[in-house]
Structures are given as structure tokens and as C-alpha cells.
């Protein structure tokens, strides 16, 4: 990734800022040298084998990715807060080589990592590996990044993005939001999706900017952050800036003054993953003064449309296509093409057919518009299987799987349930003579599913309306919540 190699002309720059301390690019050059020459051992090329990497949403996390990209493998990374059997999926799933994990994570990996290397790291000490010794790709086609998603079709899948497509996407945002040095961005989110890896991590790096690491997100921690710190940057997820809109308005008069005069100091703040509510727009411009700049993207493409940076940004649209970037509406269905466009997904030769229509544009499966000055207003999902919850997208069918294997479960519908908080939440709908409570199926959930995957709503019915084909209609069961 490019992001490497043009750390080498920014050595003396603050890239991350973490638990009190500073690393330079200079450090993380050193120890991210370290973990490729750990994962190397005498070889000199990975020659793209999957490693699988977990640390705390925290300055690890960058000497992770680029060692792996260092040593010419691709990183797969965890999400922390995943129970043991979706990191098990994944490991077997990408068929890795070696995982790579902060020591935090070792005892959980070690029963999941059958016949596969554990590498253990611990918090990072400067001076330790060198800058130049490891090589990095000039090869842009090769692979770099594989990032799990949901489809509408079972299990989730290894998305496959080369060294160009993230090259594209990042050149693409830093030129649109201005991108300079100076920044100084507060990174809240997971990284083991695109939003946090991308939008925050990558562009920053490729900047020469700066990342204060905030671990796992806490409203009241980031207000302190801002009201400290020299931030100037944030992005986020429209349900982060519902809870800090929630924790400001629990300040009194004078702190909720100090809070808009620290967000005066930014000069943008992005929402996206999810649709952003319009009384949120407003509620978060009275909060901070701020307009926030909405945009939207999918982890096969990375960022695809936003609002401007400089203009009008337009309340329940997304903009325009970022540079490079095609986009057409084909019975208004979304369709991607560009370098930025990831190439497959993993060892899914009839996923990535079916994606792709016969003139080689992605189908987003996202329903738009363009309004008369051209700015494009998504409608909706064409897939009721597909639920964002949180800015997670996760899949009804592999919710379904999972509940399936509940010892009172034969059949069972997992729907999306508006909510103004979330966007989405889990809702299940079991026939009336299963006998399960929701107090317990979250608790046999919590064992196995992702925190966001875990029901948050049960009904239960005598009969599951269906349609003529005896299909079963789950716009009707989202109305029956
Ligand atoms: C957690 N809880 C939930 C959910 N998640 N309840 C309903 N629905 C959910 N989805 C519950 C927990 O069970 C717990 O309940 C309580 O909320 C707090 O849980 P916790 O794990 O601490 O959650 P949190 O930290 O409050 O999480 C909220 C969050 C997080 C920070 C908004 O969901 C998040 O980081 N979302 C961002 C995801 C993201 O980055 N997506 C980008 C995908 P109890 O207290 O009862 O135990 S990339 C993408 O979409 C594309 C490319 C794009 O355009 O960006
Ligand atoms: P993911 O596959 O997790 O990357 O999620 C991508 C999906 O998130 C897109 O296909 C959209 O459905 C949704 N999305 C991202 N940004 C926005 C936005 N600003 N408004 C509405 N939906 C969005």
C-alpha cells in the first residue's frame, strides 16, 4: 500500500497518539518492519497468503497492517468484539497462514488456531526493528486487504481489495475533504471495516497526519477528547452522534458552551455507513455548529458518493461520485465501476459473477435517485435480508442459520426493525408454539453471534404470513413489530 512507502518521506511526523504516547511515522515504519521480519522468519514474500490480525483499537493496530503488508501478505482483520466462533469462520474461511494478535487476544485464539501460526505482540517499545530493510509491493494488483461482509446469501464473505483499489479509494477522499499534514483526526471506530480503516486510518496515514486512538467509543470520553485535544477532524456513524448529542445534553449551560467552541476547532465532521436522520443534522448543528458532511460508501468500493466539501450539502442526499468513480441507476439500483471497485470475493468465483452485470459494473443493491442538481438520495435496500444496525451491515439469512441450531427453534424470520437509535435492530419472529424468551435467546445469542447480531425484538406468531408463492413476506412481519 502506498500509504508505506510514503511514510518514508514523513519519518519525524506524530502519526498516532495513543495511551499518552506519541509514535512517529518513523516508529511505526520500525515496528511494522518488526512484524513483517516476525512473519517472514527466511522467507522474502508472503506471496499473498491471508493473515488474520486483532488488536484493541489502538496504535497496534497500524504496526499489524503494515507488516503484513510489508511482508507481501493480505490483512484480514477481527473485530474485537466478535465471540470465538465468528473468528473461528474467518480464520478457516480465508484459509490464513498465520494470525497476528495483540498478547490481550492470545488465550482466546490459541483452541481457534488449529495447524495456524499464533503470534502473540505485545504493546510496542521504540527502537525495536528497522525502517528500510522490508520490502513493500510495487505491484498494485496484487491483493492487500480482505474484509468480511454480509450478503444476502448466507455466511459472510472475504472481500477482496488489491493494493490499487485502496490506493484509488484513499487518493479519491484526500483530495475531496482536503486532506493536509496538520490534521488531527479522533478515531472512534471498529477496524475491521471500511469506514475506520479507510476513511480515518488510511487517509490519515497517507496525509502525514495524525491519529489520536480513543479505544472502543465512549461518549463522554470523546467530549473530553475534543474540549483537550487539538482535534480538527471526526468521523462517525450516525448512532455516535446520537449519543453524543444524548451526553451533551446532559451538560450544564457552560459545558455545552465549552463543547460547541471545542467543535468550532474542526474543520469537518462526516457521518456515514447508515442513513442519517434529518432531525440529527439539525440537532448535531445546534450541538456544534457543524453541518455534517454525509456520504456513502460499501466495503467492496470504498467511499462511492459524498456531499461537498465546499457547497451546499443537501439534508437526506449523499452527493456526488467521487473522482474516478462511475456510478449509473439501473431500475434504480445503484451500480459501481473504477478503480476503486474491489476484484473478488474470496474463493467465490458465482458470488462475484453474480455481483458484477454482463458490462462489468457492481451492483450495490442500493436503491437512489438523482435529484435535478444532480445530487444522488438513496431510497432504500432492494434486499429486506440485508439489515444495517448500528452502521454494521448484517445478513437476516446468516442470523437465521445461526438461531436455527437453538434446541427450540425449527423455523424462525429474522427482520430489521426500524429504530430511530441504531437505524435497524434485530427483530425475530417465531411461530407461537416454540417456546423460547427473548431474556434467553439473547443469552445463547451473545455465545455465538456478534453483539450487534443478537436479537433485540421477539414475536411470535400462529401463522407467518406468506405470499402467493409461499414465500414468506417479511415487509409484512417489519409492520406486525
Ligand atoms: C450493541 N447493542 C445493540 C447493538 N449493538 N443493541 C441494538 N442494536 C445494536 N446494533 C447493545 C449492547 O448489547 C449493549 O446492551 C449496549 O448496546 C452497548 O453495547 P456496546 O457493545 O458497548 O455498543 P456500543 O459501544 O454502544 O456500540 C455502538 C456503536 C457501535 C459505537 C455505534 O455499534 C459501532 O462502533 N458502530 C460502527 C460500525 C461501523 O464502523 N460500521 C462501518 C461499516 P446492554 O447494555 O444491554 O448489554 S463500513 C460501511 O458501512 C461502509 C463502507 C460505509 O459506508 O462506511
Ligand atoms: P457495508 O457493506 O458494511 O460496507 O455497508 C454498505 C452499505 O451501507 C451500503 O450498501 C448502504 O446500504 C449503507 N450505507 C452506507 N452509507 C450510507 C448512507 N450515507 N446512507 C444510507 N446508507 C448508507
Redesign the pocket.
Known sequence: MEVVSKATQFTHRVAAHCKGRNFTYGDLLKHSSWVSQKLLGSRSDLNNERVVFITPQSYEYLPCQWGIWRAGGVAVPLCT?HPPPEWEYIIQNSEASAVVCHSSYYSSLQPLCKGVKLIPLEDFVPGEGSAQEVFVTSDLERPALMIYTSGTTGKPKGVVSTHRNLSSQVKALVEVWKWQEDDHILE???LH????IM?VLACANFAGARVTFNS??DQARVWEEFMEKDLNMFMA?P??YN?LIDEWNNFGEDMQKKAYQACERFRLMVS???ALPEPMLDKWHRVSGHTLLE?????EC??ILSNPYKGKRKPGCVGFPLPEVEVKLDQGELCVKGPNVFKRYFNNPKATEEAFDQEGWFKTGDIAEVDSEGYFKLLGRASVDIIK?????VSALDIEQTLLSHPSISEVNVVGVP?ED?GQ??GVVLKSNQTIKLEDLQEWSKQRLA??K?P?KLIQLQEIPRNQMGKVNKKELVKLF
Open positions: 468484539q472512534v471506530l471498529p471495516h471500511v469506514h475506520g476513511c472502543k467509543f456513524v448512532t455516535i449519543r456515514g455507513s447508515m456520504r456513502y460508501g460499501m466495503t470504498g467511499m444496525t448500528g452502521g454494521y451491515k429504530d441504531w435492530v434485530i453483539v450487534y443478537v433485540r
